[in-house]
């Protein structure tokens, strides 16, 4: 019997390594508890300077470029602040560093739940290599929320401890928990949407791409739409 989640957080706070990856992997969740009251915090640890395989683009642009798309995106997702790391693509590393980061910041927003990508989930079918920055930042998530921010003798400059209560790890091969966006799938395609350098499909179909993979996720979970999750509880 699939497990949903129906109560939001307070506050949450999804940590991804890309502009794009909030919306594609949660943008249904972050909405709908948005529209619920919940604050919703976004941190991106990445510029997504290498989005693109065009070698005449100016990296510096595309960041200005993305920059723009995820305020746009936000704003239709009802989020409250965005955090940018400021890495490079490519470049992130699971390491004392970006750990610190993150640790700094859930103590800062001291959220209830905290979204991150699922960096055990490696090979997606016989196709897809899930991209090295989306693990890094599902381990380093992982790591500076249990148990580094929740103790204080981790980082003892970096304000005073949180310990976060749950966990949801997307873009995961062992989903235990759906989230119902059937509410929400049209908010989270025009969200996706926003990112025009990075979908440079008609709206139709990614609309359509979109809601296919929410439906298969929903088809799990018995509901319309839903995105998939591996909940830890901490
Ligand atoms: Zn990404």
Same mark, same amino acid.
């Given at each position: 019997?699939?497990?949903?989640?129906?109560?939001?957080?307070?506050?949450? !706070?999804?940590?991804?390594?890309?502009?794009?990856?909030?919306?594609?992997?949660?943008?249904g969740t972050l909405s709908r508890w948005a529209a619920a009251g919940?604050?919703?915090?976004?941190?991106?640890?990445?510029?997504?300077?290498?989005?693109?395989?065009?070698?005449?683009?100016?990296?510096?642009? !595309?960041?200005?470029?993305?920059? !723009?798309?995820?305020a746009a995106s936000g704003q239709i997702l009802g989020v409250k602040a965005h955090h940018w790391l400021g890495f490079r693509d490519g470049e992130l590393d699971d390491d004392r560093e970006l750990r610190a980061r993150l640790v700094a910041l859930v103590r800062?927003?001291?959220?209830?739940?905290?979204?991150?990508?699922?960096?055990?989930?490696?090979?997606?079918?016989?196709?897809?290599?899930?991209h090295r920055d989306h693990r890094v930042?599902?381990?380093?998530? !992982?790591?500076?929320?249990s148990p580094a921010a929740a103790n204080p003798h981790y980082f003892p400059d970096l304000g005073p401890s949180h310990a976060v209560r749950v966990v949801y790890l997307s873009g995961t091969l062992e989903p235990d928990v759906w989230v119902?966006?059937?509410?929400?799938i049209d908010i989270k395609a025009a969200a996706i949407a926003c990112h025009a350098s990075q979908v440079g499909e008609s709206d139709e179909w990614l609309r359509g791409a979109v809601r296919q993979r929410a439906e298969e996720a929903g088809r799990e979970a018995?509901?319309?739409?839903?995105?998939?999750?591996?909940?830890?509880?901490?």
């Open positions: 019997m699939a497990v949903l989640v129906t109560e939001p957080p307070a506050t949450v !706070l999804a940590v991804y390594a890309h502009p794009d990856d909030p919306d594609v992997s949660a943008g919940a604050a919703v915090h976004v941190c991106i640890c990445a510029d997504g300077d290498k989005g693109s395989s065009d070698p005449a683009t100016d990296p510096a642009d !595309l960041v200005a470029r993305r920059r !723009l798309e995820v800062e927003v001291r959220p209830d739940a905290v979204i991150a990508p699922d960096p055990t989930a490696i090979y997606f079918g016989q196709h897809y290599v899930n930042v599902g381990w380093a998530a !992982l790591d500076a929320v119902d966006i059937s509410a929400t018995t509901v319309g739409f839903a995105e998939a999750y591996r909940r830890l509880f901490l």
